[in-house]
Structures are given as C-alpha cells and as structure tokens.
C-alpha cells in the first residue's frame, strides 16, 4: 500500500514537473509563437512545438540513460541516488550563487530549436530534475523481489522511456497552451505580462530535489 | 536583476509606439579643443514640465580628451528574446565610449536626476583584451553588450582591421572579439542586425588616420574612405558577404534596418558621391535565396555656393554637399530622417515601399551656406546632424556637432551647441517646434542623443507587429 502511493506521488511529480518546465518562458514557448509570428502561419507553432518538445525529450533520454543502466546494480541503489543527489545540489547551488547564464547557447541559431531546447534542458539541469524521481521509480519496482539483473534492467529501460515520454507531453501540454493562447488570444503584450523570473526558484527546486533525495537515500523511504 | 521584465523592453516595436511620451533624453557634451572634461547632459523633453528643454543634471566624466561621440543602453527590448530567455536585467546603464581615448564610461541612470559613474574601462584593458581601439556604436545582443570599434590595435590603430567586441551585460568586463571569419572587412563603422533572421549588417567610415585629425581629402578623392558594408551569419559570427556601392560611394555610415524583424531590408547612408558630390542612401535587403543585394534609392544633389561663403575644403567645388551624416528610421519603418550637415537640411522620406522613398518633409537650419536660423531667432552654428525619433515618431530631435576636427574643417571657428526637436505632422511633414532650444555650456558640443526609455536607434526587437 505504501509502495502504490508512493509511485503516485513519484508519477504525480513527472508530470507536475513536465508541466513545470512547460510554463517556464526559459523553456521555449516564447520560441513557438515567435516561429508563426515570423512566417505568418500557424503551422509554425506546432512545427516548433514539437521541435522543442523533441529536443527536451532527448535530454531526459541522455542523462537518464547511465542511471537506468546503473540502476540495474541492486546493491549500490544507495550510493547511486546519493551521488544523483549530490549533482543535484552542485548544479542547483552553482545556479543560485553565481546566476549566471551558459553563452554558449547565444551561438544557436534561431532556426535550430530542437537542438536549443536539447542544450536547454541540459544546461539548466530539468533533465537532471527526473533522474531522482525515475531511481525512486526503479526502487519501488526492484521491492517487488526475485528480480534476475537482466530483466530489472530491461523492466528500467522501459520505465525510462515512460518516464520521458509522459514528462515531455507534460510540458507540450502546458507549453503549448501558453504558446497557443498567446498567439491566437492574448496577444504579444502578454509575453512581457506572463514573464516571471523563475532564475531563483529554478536553482533552489534543483537544490530541493537533491537534498530530498539525499535525506530519502540515506534515512531510507 | 528584476522580478518582472523592464516595463521599457517591449515585444514588438508596434508596442513601443504605444508606450508613454519619453520625459527625458540624454545628451552627450564633448569638449571639442579637449580642455576639459566631456559629460552626459540629461535634458528635460517633457512640455508639462518647468524645466523643459532645459539640462536638468550633468555628470561630467573624471579625464579629458575622450570625445564622446556614439553611446547605447546595457538592455534593451532584444532581452525579450524567446533564444535568450532571461528577460530581468534592467535598462540602466548608458555605455558611452571615448572615440579618441578608447576609455569607456558605464553610468548609471537608474534615477536620472542622479545618474553617476558606475564603472570606467580604461584604454588599456581594451587594447589588451580585444587588438582594438576607438570604440564607438553600442547595441545589446545575444551575448552581452556589443561594441563596434573603428581602430584595430597599435599607436595610430592600423595595426589590424577595427572590429567588434562583446562586454558581459551585468559585470561590464570585456569578453573578447566578435569576429570568427571577417572576410575582407578592414574598416568599421556601424552595425545593427535582425535577431530572429540571424543577420548582421555592417559598415565602413574610415582608419584613424582618415578621422582623427580631420578629413584627408587626398584620401577622400582617391576614395580611399569605406564604401561596403557586410552581411554576417550573427550568431556563427562570420561575414557571409560584402556589398561594394562603388568606390565613388565614400563613407557609408549608419545602418538602419527595418524595426519590425518580419521584414529583411534596411538602409545605409553615403556621406558623398566623388564623382558628383551627391548625398546618397541605399536600400539593401535580403533576397529569396537568402543572399543581399543593394539599390541606391536617394540622391541629394550639391547646391551651387560662392567659393567666398565655402570653407577651404570646399572652395574648389564652388557648391556645398548634402554631407548625409545620420540617418534614423521610425519605429513603423515609416519615415527616414536624413540629416544633411553640409546644406543645413532635414529631410523626411516616406519610405513604406522602401525601394521608392518619396520626400514627405523637410527642415531648414543652419548649413554651410544657408546659415538658416532657428524659428526663436538663434544661430543653430552648425547643421542637423545626430537624430533621434520619439517611440511614437511624433518628435524628431537633433544636434548639430559632427566630430572636433571635421565641425573644424567644415564650420570654422566654434560656433556653439545645439538640440533642437521638431513635430511630424499626421501623415508626414516636419516643424520645428519654437519653444525647444537646449542651452549647452559654454565652449562645448553636443552629439548623440538618447531617449528615456528607448528610441529608434536603441531598441531590437524579437516579434514582428500583428
């Protein structure tokens, strides 16, 4: 029983957080209503929907990849979530001491979106918000015991893609409506009025997270 | 940092039309015989206020012999970018470079009528961080604040091509060179760009040697002055092609594209054709196969003077040149102003089909010959040269100073400095507005002007109108 609300709580939070990364301006729906605006057609704005929302999966694949495939090492469960954790903490304190901004993302071109959005999600550690969640995911389903390695590990590379998959529609989802109703509604003006400075509650989620994590890791769940 | 955006940074530039009237504008004062030290003059533009027209604060800088000549802000509405989104700094800081000290001064204008000096970078930290020397033009881009310069590096700054640097947009340090692949750009002069497009355009005055002490007119007959502006990939920082507008072209100076980024023109102003002595502006604009091409599509005839009335320079020609100096293009993409400092002429051009400008206005003041005097009975001493449009394109304002040594050549003797505003009528026209002359302090100059808020020279914007 205390498994099956715990894995609720953990799906709950992949798709609040993929709703989460929708919302954030920094995230790119901005880009989307910019693309129709720019060629004069709606199209534009699924087209670079579902570039960014490629991008941002792809980004949850790569850096959820290693720990799916750590995850399959039963024993070490604990020191890999610490270690998750403890990334984590780094990026999220590194964000919110110096709040500064990777330029290297000015060299992309505005055309490229799926890769903006794929460096994006790496930069700012949204990919990195998942792994947490995904070993907690990966943990519950290891209770279930007499697991064989093998089939533990192809059972979390299957969670992984669930994982990804259901975070990312999340985040077209809400991206998308924003997107959708600044353009056909709202209107530019609301770009400047819905634009919030997130910079400072993004670092310290990252840091939240990690520290959960590392308390859950450590006290045990 | 801000919670919210400025509420100065607007979308598109139809928003910014829509923004409150500016209230203030800043002014910079140079000291033209370098005899004291230059400074930024915050001058009240509000006709509900007492003190309109009148400069209101002074911050005037700690060296001499920096010449202030072009400045910009640290954010603009280019922070609203969708690429960048990091819309919180604040418009704040004005960044006005020394052109002949290659000092640059940050000042802090959050509270205008105390605006300060924030931070200075020396000469030397430019030379030694960029090869560079003589900044001048000021935008904010993608990457922080970018600074176009008009000398490379060494004592008279031909040591290698001018360029462009990058400046961090909240620390003020300098970054390092814009340039990957410049191709054959070896001179400098303006820039400005398309952000959603991804283009950049820039232009060609001159090598140190050609400005700092005055025109050469050997040089200038030889056309030896820049006459190309190039294209460039913005954000893989290379030049993708180079326009030559022909030798004769000499000068090519402001670059002025279209505001609203859904359209892929601009204009670049010539300062004088050898071959006839016309002014000249040039449309260029972005074709099908995304290559550029350039049409001239303004000349401005020379108008016949007594070799008496004329300047030494000019005695020979027995007529007097447009001397198109500045250009500036309204928010709507309008209305192009074109300063003619040589005649004494203001000129507004329709230019909604951008391949066929029609004249829709025109103000006489000052001028080489004419002299014509403001309609409140002053000497306007020199001729219109910076100007810059309201938001809203209802008032154009100007000052009359080209640079020390050419005002010098041009208009001998010192002849005092000017800031006067006009008023566009409904659908086009220009009038001097009678009641807005800025007294400036004795033995100084006045050149660029910036606009509380913004203006149509500053801001880059990421959306297109709807």
Known sequence: ?221 | MNVRPDPSFYPSPKDAMNAPPEKLAFTLMLSPDFSREDGLAIVDVDPDSDTYGQIVHKVMVPYKGDEFHHFGWNACSASLSPMSGHAFLERRYLIIPGIRSSRIYIMDVKEPLKAKIHKIIEPEEVFEKTGYSRPHTIHCGPEGIYVSTLGGGGEDGTDGPPGIFLLDCETFDIIGRYEIDRGTQDKHYDYWWNLPQNYMVSSEWGLPPQFENGVVPEDLLSNKYGHRIHFWDLRSRKNVQTIDLGANHQMALEIRPAHDPAKSHGFVGVVVDTENLEGAIFTWWKKEDGTFDAKKVITIPPQPADADDLPELLKGFGAVPALVTDIDLSLDDRFLYVACWGQGEMHQYDVSDPMNPVLAGKVEIGGIVKKTKHPNGKDFGYGPQMVEISRDGKRVYWTNSLYSTWDDQFYPGDRGAAMVMANVGEDGGLTLAEDFWVEFPEGYRSHQIRLEGGDCSTDSFCYPNV
Not at chain 1, 44 to 71: E, K, N, Q, T
Request: aromatic share 10%; hydrophobic share 60%; net charge positive.
């Open chain 1, 1 to 221: 029983m205390m498994e099956m609300e715990t894995a609720a709580g953990l799906w709950l939070a992949v798709i609040v957080s993929g709703l989460y990364h929708g919302l954030n301006p920094g995230m790119g729906w901005p880009l989307a209503v910019s693309a129709a605006l720019m060629e004069r057609k709606p199209s534009a704005l699924y087209r670079a929907l579902g570039a960014l929302s490629g991008g941002h999966l792809l980004a949850m694949l790569i850096v959820l990849v290693p720990f799916a495939a750590m995850s399959a090492l039963v024993r070490w469960q604990v020191e890999i979530q610490v270690g998750a954790a403890l990334i984590l903490l780094a990026l999220g304190l590194y964000l919110a001491i110096t709040k500064r901004h990777p330029r290297f993302l000015a060299r992309v071109k505005p055309h490229q979106l799926g890769l903006w959005s794929f460096l994006v999600a790496l930069a700012h550690g949204a990919a990195l918000m998942l792994v947490p969640i995904y070993l907690g995911l990966c943990a519950i389903d290891e209770l279930d015991a007499g697991h064989a390695a093998a089939s533990t590990l192809m059972q979390n590379a299957g969670l992984l893609f669930v994982v990804a998959i259901a975070h990312t529609l999340a985040m077209l989802v809400s991206g998308g409506a924003l997107a959708v109703g600044v353009y056909r509604w709202f209107g530019l003006r609301a770009i400047h009025q819905t634009w919030i400075n997130t910079e400072a509650i993004w670092a310290w989620s990252l840091v939240g997270v990690g520290a959960f994590t590392l308390v859950w890791a450590l006290v045990g769940h």
